[in-house]
């Protein structure tokens, strides 16, 4: 009986061992699981930090285009607003120098008559 006994006893003790193998192997499995998922999250979170940086760029670009076109667009106003200036400027110039002639006609007319009063 004790051979019987101890058969039993061992024969209990591998089915014991393995049951915790199972267990172990479970665990393991639950472990390697969570490890793959870890290592999606981080590539996940690495594939947005990278769209992210993607979309900045982008955004940057189109800024950098903005920017541009109305700096463009302010110049061409300056050059318009400058031309228009110097249109005036040329007509007050005319008109100046209109009258400078005038005036001068004007004095050397009433030159004439002052030699010919005296």
Request: some cysteine; overall charge positive.
């Amino acid at each position: 009986m004790c051979i019987r006994d101890r058969i039993k006893k061992d024969s209990f003790e591998v089915e014991k061992v393995k049951h915790n193998e199972k267990i172990l192997a479970l665990e393991i499995e639950d472990i390697q699981a969570k490890i793959q998922q870890i290592r999606r999250l981080k590539v996940k979170k690495e594939l947005q930090i990278a769209i992210q940086g993607l979309k900045k760029a982008k955004e940057n670009r189109e800024r950098k285009k903005t920017a541009e076109g109305e700096k463009k667009d302010q110049i061409d106003r300056l050059i318009q607003a400058t031309n228009a200036r110097l249109a005036t400027i040329e007509k007050k110039e005319m008109a100046v120098r209109k009258e400078i002639d005038h005036l001068m006609k004007e004095n050397e007319h009433f030159r004439r008559k002052d030699v010919t009063l005296r």
